[in-house]
């Protein structure tokens, strides 16, 4: 599904084809830009608003996530509260009950003979199974008794059973990076039947969580029945060791310089939601943790904290003015720091 031959599609906009490469979008949209910008163009009062169309047709199709949605749903897709999964679910029960329609249709104006011939096929196992009732127990040669005993107790292998009426669940999975599991957004993947499919994924989604995404399985074999479900299984790449998540919580091992340790300071933490001050006390411990309240992971209403475990590094160039203030810190340790550990 594209919308690509609308009256005045972005690519008409651009003058390009709907498959256009990165490049040639780019080059199109700086020679038009040229061309129509308002300073080149003072007498043109239509020049202005030329350039804006120009200008917004390069920034969604030159977006990857942007044109993909652009071109499965045309400009509704770019909307900001607009969900293609449902979207998609809509298509597919439109599409369901056309050909639900046109089947019915055909059904209507078949002749009995032909619907007859349809539905009780002599190779189909229900017309077998009525006509074995029917005559179960007519024999017009004679039989003896053993023969019919056993027949009689023999269970029919033909049995009808129900037809299936929803498709098989399909399982895939998809990895997308940390920052963009914790906003939320749109992601594309190969879908099961090798077409591009995009979802949105909830903000806060967590390493490893399964995303029921309704009506994407596998087709029913009953034709009245519903598809299957998709299992979309997130994998979420850790952008560095230092950096862990707990549930809500998000756990950051922070190096801070000796100086900054012993004599406090007031130091810059990366977050999700922005760059944090974060005041450091005086004379912390390798190991100390702080907290920054609910500015770990945000999942709804529910907002995480963020934690910063402090690990002290030493000066990475040594000399000799160094070595000898390092002795003199030894006059702040009155007592063996490692008294306490013991296996005893």
């Not at 350039?51 to 977006?63: D, H, V, Y």
């Not at 104006?109 to 196992?125: I, L």
């Not at 029913?220 to 299984?233: E, F, N």
């Not at 475990?309 to 000799?320: F, G, L, Q, T, W």
């Amino acid at each position: 599904m594209t919308h690509t031959d609308d009256p005045q599609s972005l690519y008409d906009i651009l003058e390009i084809s709907s498959d256009a490469d990165e490049r040639t979008i780019k080059s199109a949209f700086r020679r038009m830009a040229r061309q129509h910008h308002p300073d080149v163009n003072p007498d043109d009062p239509q020049a202005n608003e030329r350039f804006i169309e120009i200008t917004a047709a390069f920034e969604i199709l030159s977006s990857p996530e942007r044109r993909e949605l652009y071109d499965e749903f045309g400009l509704e897709g770019l909307d900001q509260n607009f969900d293609p999964v449902r979207a998609r679910w809509k298509k597919r029960a439109e599409d369901h009950a056309q050909r639900d329609q046109q089947r019915w249709q055909q059904q209507k104006e078949e002749s009995w003979s032909a619907k007859f011939k349809r539905e009780y096929d002599v190779n189909n196992s229900s017309f077998k199974s009525v006509f074995e009732k029917a005559f179960r127990d007519f024999n017009p040669f004679q039989q003896d008794k053993e023969t019919k005993e056993t027949q009689d107790d023999t269970p029919s292998s033909d049995s009808t059973s129900t037809p299936p009426t929803r498709g098989e669940d399909v399982r895939s999975k998809v990895s997308i990076s940390m920052a963009h599991a914790l906003k939320g957004g749109p992601v594309a993947f190969e879908h099961h039947d090798g077409s591009m499919l995009t979802i949105n994924v909830p903000a806060g989604v967590d390493h490893n969580e399964v995303l029921l995404i309704k009506a994407e399985g596998l087709p029913s074999p009953h034709p009245q029945g519903q598809p299957g479900d998709l299992l979309l299984t997130i994998e979420v790449s850790n952008p560095s060791e230092a950096i862990s998540r707990d549930g809500l919580d998000l756990t950051l091992k922070l190096p801070v310089t000796m100086p900054e340790a012993i004599l406090g300071a007031k130091i810059s933490i990366p977050t999700p939601h922005g760059d944090c001050l974060m005041t450091l006390p005086e004379g912390l411990h390798s190991g100390a943790k702080l907290r920054l309240k609910e500015m770990g992971v945000w999942r709804g209403s529910k907002k995480g904290d963020f934690y910063v475990i402090i690990e002290i590094r030493s000066p990475v160039k040594m000399n000799a003015r160094l070595r000898e203030l390092a002795r003199e810190l030894e006059a702040g340790y009155p007592d063996d720091p490692r008294k306490d550990i013991s296996f005893k």
